[in-house]
């Protein structure tokens, strides 16, 4: 069975602080893909990255980065130095052949950046 | 048109009453999907369309619920003899599929809030 796991249900940090998103996945297959979305108050969710588990390389872009692990089955989602417009709620996700690649969809973590 | 576009944005009826709320994906995406979103709750899928394969439908939760898509490009999805608990967001989404049939990451729409009084 296939699954992802979103333990926090929602952080609250103050604004420049660094916060970190986790996210576990569970699957049987070999090859699959991992997702970050972002859904802002406005609603509208806005994919951030795609990963194919082949790639164990950490990325980075600006000042988001992922930290993926098979070892753990875990790949982390951590905002640095955040600021109020990153308050949002933060989705992750994983596709396979096992699902047909469906996405399959973690519950959400609630972000609050603080002023 | 360059994302993916839903209508009506909002849409407020009465109970017992159909409704049918529209998704026009993005040029060129075969994969079309429909997800539920209640307020504060995580997504809900719906059903699942995939160029001229049937699509899979085992997210609808009753007979009430039904979706075409035309032409393989806009998608129609209708409720039929709406209640209150229909009241949610319907979110629909389109992807790429590639030629081994990974699915690339999914582009959404704005969404159609419908709430049944």
């Known amino acids: 069975a296939q699954k992802v796991t979103q333990a926090q249900t929602e952080i609250s940090v103050v604004e420049k602080e660094d916060v970190t998103l986790d996210c576990v996945y569970e699957?049987?297959?070999?090859?699959?893909?991992l997702f970050w979305y972002k859904q802002p108050p406005s609603g509208e969710l806005v994919f951030l990255i795609r990963r194919n588990s082949f790639d164990e390389q950490n990325e980075i872009s600006g000042r988001y980065s992922w930290n993926f692990q098979k070892s753990t089955s875990s790949f982390n989602f951590t905002i640095t130095a955040s600021q109020v417009v990153d308050s949002a709620v933060y989705f992750c996700a994983l596709n396979s052949l096992d699902s047909n690649y469906q996405l399959i969809w973690g519950a959400g973590t609630k972000l609050i950046i603080k002023p | 048109g360059a994302g993916v576009s839903q209508s009506p944005s909002n849409k407020v009826t009465e109970k017992g009453k159909d409704v049918e709320l529209r998704c026009d994906p993005i040029?060129?995406?075969?994969?079309l999907y429909w997800y539920r979103q209640s307020l504060g709750q995580g997504l809900e899928f719906l059903i699942y369309f995939q160029g001229n394969s049937a699509p899979d439908k085992s997210g609808l939760p009753s007979d009430r619920f039904s979706a075409e898509r035309t032409g393989g490009s806009v998608s129609t999805l209708t409720i039929q003899r709406t209640q209150q608990e229909d009241s949610a967001v319907y979110l629909c989404?389109?992807?790429?599929?590639?030629?081994?049939?990974?699915?690339?990451?999914?582009?959404f729409g704005p969404g159609t809030r419908l709430t049944v009084l």
């Open positions: 699957t049987r297959d070999t090859t699959y893909y």
């Open positions: 040029s060129g995406h075969t994969a």
């Open positions: 989404a389109s992807s790429f599929v590639e030629a081994g049939g990974e699915k690339d990451e999914q582009f």
